[in-house]
């Protein structure tokens, strides 16, 4: 069976040099981590094939691989929207109004925490703490934090994303 169908030939064998590199340390498993860094950051997010590729190239079993993605919740295993939003609940977040930014955005969306729109445009995700409790309500989309939300502020900001696509 031939695990890498389907998968971009330019990007795994983007993947596949940087393993290379990896294997010839002592110790190859240490680096499984960083690999999967590197995969989610060329593919997306790590698909069944991805982490197949990544068993048989380091010698690790797959379900290995599975456990180590599972437990860190960087790790995506499905795709992710264009922009990925996240809303702070820290306390002082939900104490000025999180729960409205949060509300504002799944209604503006049309989805729920930790689904992707249709158009693969956005994910709602949440988070405990951005470290900008003094602009609370915050949320995070990709790496700019927007902060002292209203739902109007949210709303503007949606909008202003789906006109860029």
Not at 16 to 28: C, D, F, G, Q, S
């Amino acid at each position: 069976m031939n695990v890498t169908a389907g998968l971009d030939k330019n990007k795994l064998d983007e993947l596949k040099k940087y393993m290379e590199l990896r294997k010839k340390e002592e110790y190859k498993e240490s680096y499984l981590i960083d690999i999967l860094h590197k995969a989610q950051g060329i593919f997306g997010y790590l698909n069944p094939q991805v982490m197949d590729e990544i068993s048989a190239a380091m010698n690790i079993p797959t379900a290995h691989i599975w456990g180590v993605a599972t437990f860190y919740h960087y790790f995506k295993l499905k795709p992710c929207g264009k922009y990925i939003i996240s809303v702070c609940l820290g306390t002082a977040c939900y104490v000025k109004g999180a729960e409205d930014v949060l509300a504002t955005v799944k209604k503006e969306l049309g989805i729920e925490l930790g689904q992707t729109t249709q158009d693969m445009l956005f994910t709602l995700q949440e988070t405990r703490c951005l470290g900008a409790c003094g602009l609370a309500p915050v949320m995070m989309i990709n790496d700019k934090i927007y902060g002292e939300l209203t739902r109007q502020k949210v709303t503007e900001i949606i909008k202003d994303l789906r006109q860029r696509g």
